[in-house]
């Protein structure tokens, strides 16, 4: 089973950046995707990436701010955030699915515990 980890969620003041991890103790081979949760909200598909080929995808409100990498060697997934506003604080987590498909956010599985981003003005 594979189980992932996020870290490096804090608080940062609007227009700063962040750099989210997301480590497994497992080969994650697939498609790797970053989500948001908000109270209230719909969990957001935030940015992925397809570990074969590098291929990467975001979400429309992130686009041009948000950078996702990875590091196979050693399982982990990273999730640069630039320009950060108050709409992007949340819960970030990370997840697993095993096939591409651009645009389309479901069916992840291998959920992280997730990690809090609190943007403040």
């Known amino acids: 089973q594979i189980h992932p980890v996020e870290s490096g969620g804090g608080t940062v003041p609007a227009g700063g950046s962040l750099i989210l991890s997301c480590t497994a103790n497992?080969?994650?081979?697939?498609?790797v995707g970053w989500f948001r949760q908000t109270p209230g909200k719909e969990r957001a598909g935030v940015a992925a990436?397809?570990?074969?080929?590098?291929?990467?995808d975001y979400g429309v409100s992130v686009k041009g701010r948000f950078t996702i990498s990875q590091d196979t060697a050693k399982n982990t997934f990273y999730l640069q955030m630039n320009s950060l506003n108050f709409e992007d604080s949340g819960t970030y987590s990370c997840?697993?699915?095993?096939?591409?498909?651009?645009?389309?956010?479901?069916?992840?599985?291998?959920w992280g515990q997730g990690t809090q981003v609190t943007v403040s003005s």
């Open positions: 990436i397809y570990t074969p080929n590098g291929d990467t």
């Open positions: 497992k080969n994650m081979y697939g498609a």
């Open positions: 997840a697993r699915r095993r096939f591409w498909n651009r645009g389309n956010w479901g069916g992840y599985e291998n």
